[in-house]
């Protein structure tokens, strides 16, 4: 398996472009998630979805938008980027069981707003 | 989740065990202790869980005190290698899991 997989693995934006930072994972995982890691910070979760058609928002989902039209892939959409999404995305993915949540991250996307 | 504490950095001298202290006062009866880390710039990755009982595996041991109000991760022989940080969080289900700013191990040779 290659496990959870994000593209690309850098980016640089200029203020108000718009760009889909990719994840797929091959686990036949049924959750998935979106955090950001600004630097020295925790992560914070931006979206997560518990299955194909269903998402949900984080703690810090403005300026962002995802889908989940497949169990593999979840999207992350930045429309009109800002200075402030300067920051470390990573990609995460948990199967769907009682009690015990093993997350799986991918290696992340580093994107710069300038 | 319950909220955790952990010292904000530490040292450990390679070859030694390191043992990463994490404060849980408030977990409830159903929410498992799990550790994870993240070695510089990477994603974090899983170590280890436990709920009431000690827990091993191949990477670390897991030790809950019996009223869980706290517990020690032991890196049995830390190698320059171990140095990350590592969120110790208290968590039930399949919710996002709440990451704090963890405890930076660094190990020295």
């Known amino acids: 398996n290659a496990g959870v997989t994000q593209t690309p693995k850098f980016r640089i934006l200029k203020i108000g472009q718009s760009m889909t930072l990719q994840c797929t994972q091959d686990m036949n995982h049924n959750y998935m998630y979106w955090y950001r890691q600004d630097p020295g910070m925790g992560l914070k979760l931006i979206y997560y979805?518990?299955?194909?058609?269903?998402?949900d928002k984080g703690e810090v989902p403005n300026g962002y938008n995802v889908s989940r039209s497949t169990t593999e892939d979840f999207p992350l959409r930045l429309e009109l980027a800002a200075p402030s999404q300067t920051s470390v995305y990573f990609c995460?993915?948990?199967?769907?069981?009682?009690?015990?949540?093993?997350?799986?991250f991918g290696p992340g996307t580093r994107l710069t707003v300038l | 989740d319950a909220k955790t504490t952990q010292p904000p950095s530490m040292d450990c001298a390679e070859g030694r065990a390191a043992n990463l202290p994490c404060n849980h006062s408030t977990i409830s009866g159903n929410e498992y202790v799990y550790w994870y880390r993240q070695i510089h710039s990477q994603g974090p990755q899983y170590i280890i869980h436990g709920l009431k009982n000690n827990e091993t595996n191949e990477m670390a041991s897991l030790i809950i005190t019996e009223d869980r109000k706290s517990s020690t991760l032991i890196l049995p022989h830390a190698t320059l290698r171990d140095t990350a940080v590592y969120y110790c969080i208290a968590h039930s289900g399949n919710t996002p899991l709440v990451f704090g700013k963890g405890t930076r191990l660094s190990v020295i040779a």
């Open positions: 979805s518990v299955g194909a058609g269903i998402t």
């Open positions: 995460a993915s948990t199967k769907s069981r009682t009690g015990v949540n093993e997350q799986f």
